[in-house]
């Protein structure tokens, strides 16, 4: 998949474009993508999908195996080429999941530590440094060393440390993964304002989808080393590609095969066992096309017994076998045919007296019940 | 129970020539004997080659270090075997070996003697470079150790603020190795006040000019013990405050050399 603001023909083009494969033992990534000025992308997947891979080629630490690395004008790393700009003269600025603070400086020459690299004066490398310490509200902590700084308070300077080198590029590893709830809320609406302040491509790797969501303008999701869904949140919250998508943006998802197309309703053969009745999301199915089956957990019905002429087109015996406290609701695992994600109230948990082995019967409207094209079939 | 007895005697073995030397020691009259000039003037002459010999073995040292610590290439397993040798090889060999190079006819030194009418061997600059050789090896492989486990992922944050790998080594990595250089350092110059073999073989045994602490012990006992027994008490004393000045990183258990 190839999106952003990128020319292959390699006509000048702003911001980032990556499109290349880099290997590490058995390991292979192939990934294309960009990122425009002043947008902000977050790469998402399960550990082990190569985000890491790629963040490190992005910054320099690792190197293409074939393909390209540009940004804006200038190319960073072409293996055909023979070209390939090392890490410490590239305009690229990362932070770091575990910060990486130099533990023998204090904070202000830490943030001062990109400017002295490029020749800047001690005087003039600290204030520039002051400055940025002053823009993140960490002043009062320039004189500390990082191992008096706490979890939240690490994280702004290692971020005013990387702003501070001027970077061209913005990447940001995990940014919050490593901080407490409260914190990571402070800090995360913090980054909000820096990212839309940052006037080239940035790009942050995460592992949490409500980050992704309010921190990124796109999203892409990579699996395995390859791209396998590109674009704004909504959509792919919306219509995830994959059972790891959908289980982070908590939807039941179910690949299947059409088996009949009936004027608005689409009944669908799941490839785990059952079957659904949905509304095809955009266009209609033929008999035998591959599609992936969304369900809301919120959409879902929960009866302690089999219910009787309802308007529902889809009912199925499940068994409670697990239930999750979130914060409004409760989120109750069940067995069955096919298995499933349903919210209801605490109270309604109460009122049907559910514990794990409890028999039910689920129903969903075909209404809320949506198909569309698997994007890997 | 089996165990105790071997290892009692292997104990016993280390401790029982230390307290002899101290209980022969000739405590009532140590002052007089090492303030005799021979005494003082070896005194001297050992701390300044040793402390000589250290700021040579850093200079030289700590770049070794870091190419054997982080430089790929074909070959580096020998050049870490040249490194070590010194530590294994007898010090009068050592001492012979640098003769051969660096002597008047030596396979190096003719040069510098043909050129300057200078050469190395019986001079004080010869026992400098007779106790680097044996010593350096010492701040070398406790460097090396320390820049293999120092961390990569400060080293790679500095490189993407713009370090090159000089400034970063300056910046970064040297600052936090630094314990383990200083400790490197001192062993060095424990070892380098020490060395008897390569000294006496390259540099002689002159009076105030290379007749070094560990010298002036063996040239004592030849005539009279006692100011012989005074400078190695010196000596005893010198490995204690080493030993003291390095507990921390020796003297726990478990912890290896």
């Known amino acids: 998949m190839h999106t952003g603001a990128a020319d292959p023909d390699g006509a000048a083009v702003d911001g980032l474009t990556f499109d290349g494969t880099v290997s590490r033992g058995d390991f292979a990534l192939r990934v294309a993508l960009g990122v425009a000025d002043g947008e902000v992308l977050a790469v998402i997947g399960p550990n082990g999908a190569g985000k890491t891979t790629l963040l490190r080629t992005l910054a320099g630490l690792a190197r293409l195996d074939s393909g390209r690395l540009r940004l804006g004008a200038s190319l960073l790393d072409d293996p055909a080429a023979s070209v390939f700009v090392p890490a410490e003269r590239r305009p690229v600025g990362l932070v770091f999941q575990n910060y990486r603070l130099f533990p023998h400086l204090s904070v202000r020459d830490n943030v ?72 990571r809320l402070e800090v995360r609406g913090e980054l909000v304002a820096h990212l839309r302040d940052f006037a080239g491509p940035a790009l942050l790797v995460t592992h949490d989808p409500l980050e992704a969501m309010v921190l990124a303008d796109r999203l892409l999701v990579i699996e395995g080393g390859r791209v396998v869904q590109d674009g704004t949140p909504a959509e792919v919250a919306r219509r995830p590609a994959t059972q790891y998508v959908a289980r982070l943006v908590g939807l039941n998802l179910y690949p299947g095969r059409v088996r009949a197309a009936a004027g608005p309703t689409t009944t669908v053969e799941l490839a785990g066992g059952g079957e659904l009745v949905a509304l095809a999301a955009d266009r209609h199915h033929a008999a035998g096309d591959r599609v992936l089956v969304a369900v809301p957990p919120a959409a879902l019905l929960l009866h302690a017994g089999r219910p009787e002429r309802l308007s529902a087109r889809n009912v199925w015996p499940a068994t409670v076998t697990g239930l999750e406290l979130l914060t409004d609701r409760v989120r109750v695992r069940v067995g069955g045919t096919p298995p499933a994600l349903v919210d209801i109230t605490p109270g309604a948990l109460a009122e049907l007296a559910l514990g794990e082995g409890t028999r039910v019967w689920l129903s969903a409207k075909a209404t809320e019940v949506t198909c569309y094209p698997d994007p890997a079939g | 129970m089996l165990l105790a007895v071997p290892a009692a005697v292997g104990f016993a073995f280390l401790l029982l020539p230390l307290l002899a030397l101290l209980i022969r020691a000739p405590w009532r009259g140590l002052g007089e004997l090492l303030s005799g000039s021979a005494g003082l003037t070896a005194l001297r002459l050992s701390l300044e080659c040793a402390t000589a010999a250290t700021v040579l073995s850093v200079l030289f040292g700590v770049p070794l ?25 007898p010090p009068v060999v050592g001492g012979l070996a640098l003769l051969l190079a660096l002597g008047r006819n ?73 314990p383990s250089l200083l400790a490197g350092a001192v062993l060095c110059w424990a070892r380098a006040l020490g060395e008897f073999g390569a000294t006496i073989t390259f540099a002689g045994n002159f009076p105030g000019t290379t007749q070094t602490m560990p010298l002036a012990v063996y040239n004592a006992l030849e005539s009279d013990p006692q100011p012989a027994v005074a400078l190695s008490l010196v000596l005893l004393l010198v490995a204690v405050v080493v030993l003291a000045a390095l507990r921390d990183r020796w003297l726990r258990p478990g912890s290896a050399l």
Do not use: C, H, N
């Open chain 2, 65 to 89: 270090a870091w190419l054997l610590a982080r430089v790929r290439l074909p070959g580096i397993g020998l050049l870490r075997a040249v490194v070590l040798l010194p530590l294994v090889l």
């Open chain 2, 106 to 178: 030596g396979v190096f030194g003719r040069f510098g003697y043909s050129a300057f009418g200078y050469s190395l061997p019986f001079t004080t600059a010869g026992v400098v470079v007779a106790e680097t050789f044996v010593a350096m090896p010492f701040l070398v492989i406790t460097v090396e150790g320390a820049i293999r486990s120092a961390d990569r992922e400060l080293e790679e944050a500095a490189a993407t603020l713009g370090a090159s790998r000089f400034r970063t080594f300056s910046r970064v990595t040297l600052p936090l190795i630094m």
């Open chain 1, 112 to 183: 001062a530590f990109a400017g002295r690299m490029r020749g800047a004066s001690r005087r003039a490398a600290r204030d520039a440094a002051d400055g940025w310490l002053d823009r993140l509200a960490l002043g009062a902590l320039a004189g500390r060393r990082p191992a008096q700084l706490s979890g939240g308070q690490a994280q702004r300077v290692a971020l005013a440390r990387a702003l501070a080198a001027d970077p061209a590029l913005l990447l940001l590893d995990e940014p919050l993964s490593a901080l407490d709830a409260t914190t």
